[in-house]
């Protein structure tokens, strides 16, 4: 079977490396690079530290495609030093919550992971894919030429079938790429009301909006900073204390009704895997699994 794969992000690599060890015949379409450094992947929600649906589940397998991923670059591509989460009340007694003090945990299984090195290495992993750069702007022109095809591409969606606007919603989210004022050492992410988190220049990135309306899709770093600067004063030093070097924006995709992912066929050749939000990280290997089943048994 020949299989196109629209989508060189997370959830696309991971798909196009599990199908090609099934032995199928893998082209993965991508443009584009990632935007976003950073990525935290962790299996709580909510501000009770509830664990999310399939939690334990998708951390398992975001942990395995990450293993593949150091082993093909020789490197590590995350820290494993835990997440900090403040301003939390415990829905429970979870062995995977260090109590810090009050209303401070260390979630154990926490990861940050960055998200271009992370990339490259399952790009190098998937030796038997072929990767095409090369913009999709139809579903018609893979259908004629693929038995299956997958749309992996975020956003993208909505230019690729007709009733996106209906099912889901676009959430745009900036970050920050910043200097820490001196004094000040980041050595693991934290949670708040937003996130910082340490890269490996000795920046920070600090976030994320959720900005369900907005006036462009572009970066626009007055409205970031006014949307974080309360979210980061509530747990570090004022955001004036930052040099700011750039903003970066992006887009999530929200289902509609669930608000979590899925997998949906759009046609009897074509299928979407979407909805993932700002859980890409944690759900991307877990979903690339169920979507391989879905195409070994179709």
Known sequence: MHVAVVGGSLSGVATAYLLNKEGFSVDLFSHGTMKIPVGLCHPFTGREAKI?????????KAKEFITVSERALGRKVTLQNGIERRGWHAAGDFKDLLSLNNQSYLIKSGMTVYLSEYLEGMRRASKGVT????KIRSIDELESN???VILCVGAGLKYLINDFDQRYHLVKGQVLICHPPKGLTID???IAKGHISPLRDGRVQIGSTYEHTYLT???DIDVCVRLLAPKVESYLPSLDQFKIDQVLAGFRVSDRKSRFPSIRRITEKTY????FRSRGILYHG????????????S
């Open 131 to 134: 990767f095409i750069n090369q």
């Open 286 to 297: 877990f979903f690339a699994y169920k979507m391989k089943e879905e195409i070994c048994e």
């Open 217 to 219: 899709k572009d970066p």
């Open 52 to 60: 999310i649906r399939d939690g334990y589940q998708a951390i398992e």
């Open 188 to 190: 693991r992410s934290i």
């Open 272 to 275: 979407a895997m979407t909805g």
């Open 146 to 148: 693929y038995d299956r």
